[in-house]
């Protein structure tokens, strides 16, 4: 008896998620923000007040030269980084620490090396308290992703990309109301990014969820996004606001959608511009 039910259990399919189409959640509001690092002499400002308001269920890209400042304005949202001026909130909420509303995914790969891929995913909801669903959360997540079967491998046993896949499961195993990813695709192979693009899509599409996405790739930016910001260089300041009108779902094909062509030519010019004055300020 107790072998069939084991035997049930192992043949379930993992329970859906709690998907949030369409939610109220994940208002995000920086507001007049400004951020500087330092004392004294070694007192340099990254960010440079900074308004850009993000509606719920929307997925914004940030383009910027580097070190114009995006990671820190990302950080200010996830709760690492404290404005020196003006407030970041999230649903209405001002952010003064990181929480479990808000997943983050980086470009290193952060698991824990020690802890299974399970044990990884299940790793938020054990922490805030979720303790005894973690390993069925797990479950959930790692059937999302198609890594199921790795669920007792460790990330060292694991390519990049799968590892990428095992991040971003791990950030959405708290139910978070916005994503955050910094240049989270930047150590992927070219035909690995493409596909860890598309399941993003599939995943905010069936998540509603908010995403703000760092990346220095216009490409990208355009394929993912329903705006796209770009920054100034530093100190960062948001240069242009640009809605990409091209519809959803979109294929690889959008490359030669006129709007892409359109937008691309602006995204290049902006951040050649910004990138010569951030080339400039090195020199000096
Ligand atoms: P980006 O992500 O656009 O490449 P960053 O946000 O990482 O740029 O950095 C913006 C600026 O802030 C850079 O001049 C960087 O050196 C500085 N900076 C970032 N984080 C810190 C920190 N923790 N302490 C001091 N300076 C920092
Ligand atoms: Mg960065």
Redesign the pocket.
């Known amino acids: 008896m107790l072998k069939n039910i084991i035997k049930i259990g192992e043949t379930m399919p993992p329970p859906k998620p709690r998907h949030r189409v369409r939610s109220d959640k994940g208002h995000v509001v920086i507001d007049k923000v400004g951020i500087t690092?330092?004392k004294g002499a070694q007192r340099?400002a990254?960010v440079e007040q900074t308004s850009v308001e993000v509606k719920p269920g929307e997925f914004v890209c940030l383009l910027?030269p580097?070190?114009?400042?995006?990671?820190?304005l990302l950080n200010s949202v996830a709760g690492y980084v404290q404005p020196s001026e003006g407030v970041v909130t999230v649903d209405g909420v001002k952010i003064e620490r990181p929480g479990p509303d808000r997943g983050m995914v980086f470009q290193q790969y952060s698991l824990f090396p020690w802890m299974t891929i399970r044990q990884n995913i299940g790793f938020g909801p054990r922490v805030t308290g979720a303790g005894s669903t973690a390993d069925a959360t797990a479950d959930t997540f790692l059937g999302l992703i198609g890594l199921a079967k790795f669920a007792n491998r460790y990330p060292g046993e694991l390519s990049g990309g799968m590892q990428q896949r095992v991040g971003i499961a791990r950030a959405l195993a708290n139910y978070p109301s916005v994503l955050l990813m910094d240049e989270p695709f930047g150590a992927l192979d070219a035909q690995t990014r493409v596909m860890m693009q598309e399941s993003l899509l599939q995943i905010w599409s069936e998540f509603g969820i908010t995403v703000m996405f760092?990346t220095h790739d216009v490409d990208e930016a355009l394929f993912l996004a329903d705006r796209v910001l770009i920054m100034s260089a530093?100190p960062?300041r948001i240069i242009a606001d640009l809605t990409v009108p091209i519809p959803r779902p979109r294929s690889l094909d959008i490359a030669t959608h006129d709007d892409f062509i359109r937008l691309k030519r602006i995204c290049l010019e902006k951040i050649r511009a910004e990138s010569i004055k951030a080339f400039d300020q090195q020199l000096q």
């Open positions: 690092f330092g340099h990254a910027g580097s070190g114009c400042g995006k990671s820190t760092v530093s960062g």
